[in-house]
């Protein structure tokens, strides 16, 4: 009977690591990654497949360009574009334009495009063995600068205040009027100089009108005298405002409406 014990024992003991072993064995069957099909080795990058290495790795030296707002750059405009080199560094990437001049200063590409030109083709190279070969390309839609607002700024006692207009003003604000600015503000952020512009005071009673001409960006004396004048009611108008745009032409912006309260 001691015997049947001991025989017991062993049988149960191999079948205890028998089923150990099959678990262990099962577990590595579900840890093992599935096979990689082929065509899961390539990526595409700047359109073009690229190979992942064995180890994961991706060949180099790589380049992306990226403009700073969407894939849009703006006529007469110095576009600022983001540039993502892998393996190379900036200074040794080759770059060819079309519809526009480019140039990298400090860490970073600017592009103006050309007058008339619809899209700027921006492509870099690597110098290889005496060769040129092409890393990266990127295409880009040239848009016209939308027109800025001109907004007018106002002092008081250290403090500045914007006004944008076609929202009522109290009588009170207007002898701390100052300057008129203009600048888009979005998507990029580009200033206007002011080069003049022209008051209108249209009183309540609908027949008397003044008039006065800046001092450059800022109010004139005739100006002041003109508002110190106002009562509610009144409407004031900031009419012919002339600019210059960063391409240096001079444009002229849209009006600003304050009713007077």
Not at 38 to 45: A, F, P, W
Not at 71 to 77: F, N
Not at 174 to 185: D, N
Request: aromatic fraction near 8%; charge should be negative.
């Amino acid at each position: 009977a001691y015997i049947n014990s001991i025989q017991e024992a062993i049988l149960l003991s191999e079948a205890e690591l028998l089923r150990d072993f099959s678990s262990a064995e099962a577990r590595k069957e579900t840890v093992q990654p599935d096979p990689v099909p082929e065509d899961s080795r390539y990526v595409l990058v700047n359109h073009r497949q690229k190979v992942i290495n064995i180890d994961g790795t991706m060949d180099v030296p790589v380049v992306f360009a990226s403009p700073m707002v969407e894939s849009i750059l703006y006529a007469g405009y110095d576009n600022p574009v983001g540039l993502t080199c892998i393996g190379i560094d900036m200074k040794d990437v080759i770059f060819s334009i079309s519809g526009g001049t480019g140039r990298l200063e400090s860490g970073r590409y600017y592009i103006w495009p050309d007058k008339d030109a619809g899209n700027v083709l921006l492509t870099m190279y690597v110098e290889k063995n005496g060769k040129r070969e092409e890393i990266g390309q990127q295409k880009f839609i040239v848009r016209e600068l939308p027109l800025p607002s001109p907004e007018i700024l106002s002092d008081d006692n250290g403090k500045t205040a914007v006004y944008a207009g076609n929202v009522p003003v109290p009588v009170a604000e207007l002898g701390k009027f100052s300057r008129i600015e203009a600048m888009v503000k979005d998507p990029v952020e580009i200033s206007y100089r002011i080069i003049s512009f022209e008051t209108i005071l249209m009183k309540s009673d609908g027949e008397t009108i003044l008039s006065a001409i800046s001092d450059g960006s800022r109010f004139s004396a005739d100006q002041k005298m003109q508002l110190s004048s106002a009562e509610p009611g009144d409407k004031l108008y900031i009419t012919s405002v002339l600019a210059e745009s960063p391409a240096g032409g001079t444009v002229q912006l849209p009006p600003v409406n304050a009713p007077i309260y």
